[in-house]
């Protein structure tokens, strides 16, 4: 089993930034991928950003791109989504998951774009 667990979440006006955490109970060397996910009200859940852990680069949807930058830290076992210039749209529960086998999920982050 794979916990994952959010945080960095919160109210911030447009055009400021905000950095999820999200710690692994894993090695996540050990993960074949990472990704970051949202879903906001009345929406479905889509896919945000991702990278496999193997190497290679992160991708990232086109409605984030130039915005959100994935990063990591090996020895914590952390990945982070840092978020700058928010727009309202990017209103939503965030939600990290891993694939170990299948996909794991976290419990969710609010994060409001809002004036």
């Known amino acids: 089993q794979v916990q994952l667990v959010e945080s960095g979440g919160g109210l911030v006006q447009p055009g400021g930034s905000l950095r999820l955490s999200c710690a692994a109970s894993?090695?996540?060397?050990?993960?074949?991928?990472m990704a970051w996910y949202r879903q906001a009200p009345g929406k479905q859940r889509e896919w945000v950003a991702g990278?496999?852990?193997?190497?290679?680069?992160?991708n990232y949807a086109d409605s984030v791109k130039g915005r959100f930058t994935v990063s990591r830290d090996n020895a914590e076992n952390t990945v982070y989504l840092q978020m700058n210039s928010l727009k309202p749209e990017d209103t939503a529960v965030y939600y990290c998951?891993?694939?170990?086998?299948?996909?794991?999920w976290g419990q969710g982050t609010q994060v409001t774009v809002s004036s």
């Open positions: 998951a891993a694939s170990w086998g299948k996909m794991f």
């Open positions: 894993v090695n996540i060397f050990s993960l074949g991928a």
């Open positions: 990278f496999t852990t193997a190497g290679g680069s992160t």
